[in-house]
Nanobody, 123 residues
Framework: DVQLVESGGGSVQAGGSLRLSCAGSGYTSRPVCMGWFRQTPGKEREGVGRIFSRTGSTWYADSVKGRFTISQDNAKNTVYLQMISLKPEDSAMYYC?????????????????WGQGTQVTVS
């Protein structure tokens, strides 16, 4: 079974940095794309960034452009989210997602594989 395990969350002061990691396992063919979403209580899940496994092409939400960078290590089946200049409004549960279909990782879908999430708190 495909599994995604996030790590790297925590508490940080505004202006600080964190790097999230998402390690994938249980598959032999790389996902078409992997990405990150975040969610706060009472709000919809928001796409943060996405990377295509084959090309490395990335996309970012406007709210994080210039501050967040998504990268991948295909040899380790791991995708990273480097976050700098963090703001209190970045506080959320961050989820890793993988798609093995044509459905873009920017779109939240039950067809994707999801991790359990890692909490980021910025104060």
């Amino acid at each position: 079974d495909v599994q995604l395990v996030e790590s790297g969350g925590g508490s940080v002061q505004a202006g600080g940095s964190l790097r999230l990691s998402c390690a994938g396992s249980g598959y032999t063919s790389r996902p078409v794309c992997m990405g990150w979403f975040r969610q706060t209580p009472g709000k919809e899940r928001e796409g943060v960034g996405r990377i295509f496994s084959r090309t490395g092409s990335t996309w970012y939400a406007d709210s994080v452009k210039g501050r967040f960078t998504i990268s991948q290590d295909n040899a380790k089946n791991t995708v990273y989210l480097q976050m700098i200049s963090l703001k209190p409004e970045d506080s959320a549960m961050y989820y890793c997602v993988a798609s093995f279909s044509a459905l873009d990782c920017r779109v939240p879908s039950s067809s994707h594989y999801w991790g359990q999430g890692t909490q980021v708190t910025v104060s």
